[in-house]
């Protein structure tokens, strides 16, 4: 018999169709479509999901077992870690591991995040780690997921974040399915991100897979923090244990890093150096790994009547203290002649400037004679390819270490280094920096006022009108500041959940996902999230929206509209300025605009709450209060306000 033959009528009739004249053959489709259509049938609301169980017609195809699977034993080595969350969007090439946490793991630490895509799931990962503290796993495809996710987990790497990153892999060729499997297959798909990773490993064994589990969360999680990967063989995770084998199986005992101090020698001559010092300047840019960090800094400064350069790429010092002077960096630099940097990432931009000009030219801007003195693990971050260590610059004085780990001991050397007559003589000088302070605040405010009725709306008065409706709540807040940096100068900022630094490899499609995993974080903690979205970032991974409204993640997204990539418009109109070209041209490849997106119905499509775009600002905080009421109910919203373009 032929395979026409075999074919049953109904499908032989389909493929018979397919040949006539296309008029007449989709009539033809339909009217057999109907025809085989069962009597009766109700109309679905909506799509039939097919199931496996049709495979169980076939008892070769359907073995089944109850002995535990190697996912099952593995997804207790995940709970033993006190692993909250897995984001991921389903693959098959871990279906094994995603099927024994939902069903063996009843779903509870870790809990399936659903996403629709893996850099939303790792950059997820990485705004749940810089509100807590804690890795999330990022769960991904082999290797296609993992090209997916790259970007996130580069710049989670180059922001000093720990994420663990899973993805599936079909080892053996003897039982690879032919096709697509062959093609989402890899001999080492750590190669794919060993660049920028800190350690990965392909387990063959599942004893090998749970004490590289431990390991990974282990390493991620020592200073400087970082993402790791593991790829996991799907037929290790789908394949039943055997009782003998079980019985060999053991978890690693799950132990926490010390984070490692300076040396005490060096930290006294660093006291030293500080206390002796007439204009010492802090500047502090990953720093703070706890809520203690920017306490101890705060003790630090006033001991020394110090003024601090926050660099945000942590919140390191609460912004309303008056030795925070961060917008005094530039004056502050030029006059020190000690600067303590704590976890910098980059000292050359210290004390040079470097014009972005046609002949690029640097200049020293720091005085003659000015030590330096860093406290770090930067050398421990560095790899070969990835150039996100900067120029070398070395300090006077490098002490090897965690800096927030050394603060006490820096302190205390600090306390015995005072003499009461320098503790008078620096008490004068504390009053100069509380009227620069003050000075600073001033300026501040009046910068803020410019434009305050404008429209395109002021990105300064969208920052004040949205503090002014949650200063008095609890309140996270996800992601990267607004253009501007207003929430810097006038937001209270006191603890980690209330800044978290931007994404690190300024890879664009980072803040709203991140903002999504800051805010899941937050709700565990009883509190809500605001966050600034980028209009032109905010495309790159929209469905993170969905994420958000599917779980329920109280989350506040005020999408900085300004219709362009504002920050290639001002490069692109910079060299076309040098080449003599003029500046009409410069919207093309850099704006959006024709059509504009309307970023309200976006998000409504995701099924979140949303207003906009808002223009006109006198309807800027009606629409603000209005979303904020569905954000505190604990649900999502999103107000697309059109604003200037910084």
């Excluded at 096709?179 to 060993?194: L, Y």
């Excluded at 979205?533 to 779980?551: C, I, K, V």
Aim: glycine residues 6%.
């Amino acid at each position: 018999m032929s395979a026409e033959e075999k074919l049953p009528v109904d499908r032989r009739r389909f493929l018979a169709g397919l040949t006539v004249g296309a008029a007449a053959g989709a009539s033809n489709l339909v009217s057999d479509a109907k025809a085989q259509a069962p009597a009766g049938a109700a109309r679905a609301t909506s799509a039939p999901i097919m199931t496996a169980a049709a495979e169980a017609k076939d008892p070769e195809h359907m073995l089944t077992t109850d002995l535990r699977s190697g996912a099952d034993f593995f997804t207790d080595v995940i709970k033993a870690l006190d692993i909250k969350y897995v984001a991921s969007n389903c693959a098959s090439s871990f279906r094994g591991l995603q099927e024994s946490i939902i069903n063996y793991g009843g779903n509870t630490k870790p809990e399936w995040l659903t996403c629709m895509h893996e850099e939303i799931s790792t950059a997820m990962a990485h705004g749940y780690f810089k509100i807590t503290g804690k890795p999330m796993i990022s769960m991904v495809h082999a290797v296609v997921g993992i090209q997916h996710a790259s970007m996130a987990i580069y710049n989670a790497y180059c922001d000093r974040a720990a994420v663990i990153v899973i993805a599936g892999n079909s080892a053996d060729v003897n039982t690879r399915r032919p096709g697509v499997e062959w093609r989402h297959s890899a001999v080492d798909q750590g190669a794919m991100v060993r660049d920028y990773t800190k350690w990965d490993d392909q387990p063959v064994s599942l004893q090998h897979a749970a004490e590289s589990m431990v390991r990974a969360h282990q390493i991620a999680l020592a200073a400087p923090e970082s993402p790791v990967f593991l790829s996991m063989d799907s037929d290790l995770m789908e394949k039943p244990i055997e009782p003998k084998d079980e019985k060999k199986l053991v978890i690693p005992k799950v132990s926490m890093n010390i984070a490692p101090q300076g040396d005490v020698n060096a930290l006294r001559e660093a006291a030293k150096l500080l206390v002796e010092a007439e204009s010492p300047v802090i500047v502090a840019d990953m720093y703070a790994r706890t809520d203690k960090g920017p306490a101890m800094l705060v003790q630090l400064a006033e001991l020394l009547q110090a003024p601090v350069v926050d660099l945000y790429g942590r919140l390191n010092m609460p912004n309303q203290h008056w030795l925070q002077q961060s917008r005094r960096r530039g004056v502050l630099l030029q006059q020190a002649d000690v600067i303590l940097a704590l976890d910098p990432s980059d000292i050359w931009a210290l004390t040079h400037d470097l014009r972005d000009q046609l002949e690029r030219t640097w200049s020293r801007k720091a005085k003659a004679g000015m030590k330096m003195i860093e406290i770090s693990m930067l050398n421990f971050h560095a790899k070969a390819n990835i150039q996100d260590v900067e120029r070398f610059s070395p300090a006077d004085l490098s002490i090897v270490g965690n800096p927030e780990a050394s603060m006490p001991t820096l302190i205390d050397e600090v306390q015995k280094a005072l003499s009461n007559d320098r503790r008078t003589a620096l008490s004068a000088r504390g009053q100069k920096l509380q009227s620069s302070w003050k000075a600073m605040r001033e300026q501040s405010l009046a910068d803020a006022a410019a434009g305050w009725d404008s429209s395109p709306i002021s990105t300064a008065r969208v920052s004040l009108e949205l503090w002014d409706l949650i200063k008095d709540d609890d309140w996270g807040f996800g992601g990267a500041s607004l253009s501007g940096g207003w929430e810097r100068s006038f937001w209270n900022l006191q603890k980690r959940h209330h800044f978290s630094g931007g994404s690190g490899g300024s890879g664009l499609g980072w803040n709203l996902p991140s903002s999504v995993g800051s805010a899941l974080a937050n709700r565990d903690e009883g509190r809500y999230t605001v966050a600034f979205q980028r209009d032109g970032d905010s495309l790159y991974a929209p469905a993170s929206l969905w994420t958000a409204a599917h779980h329920k993640i109280p989350l506040l997204s005020v999408v900085h509209n300004n219709r362009a990539w504002h920050q290639e418009v001002m490069h692109l109109q910079r060299v076309a300025y040098r080449h003599n070209r003029g500046l009409d041209r410069y919207p093309i490849g850099t704006t959006i605009t024709d059509p504009y997106v309307d970023f309200a119905k976006v998000a409504q499509g995701f099924g979140v709450y949303s207003e906009g775009p808002i223009t006109d600002p006198k309807d800027l905080r009606p629409a603000l209060q209005r979303a904020l009421a569905v954000v505190k109910k604990g649900e999502p919203a999103l107000v697309d306000v059109i604003m200037q373009p910084r």
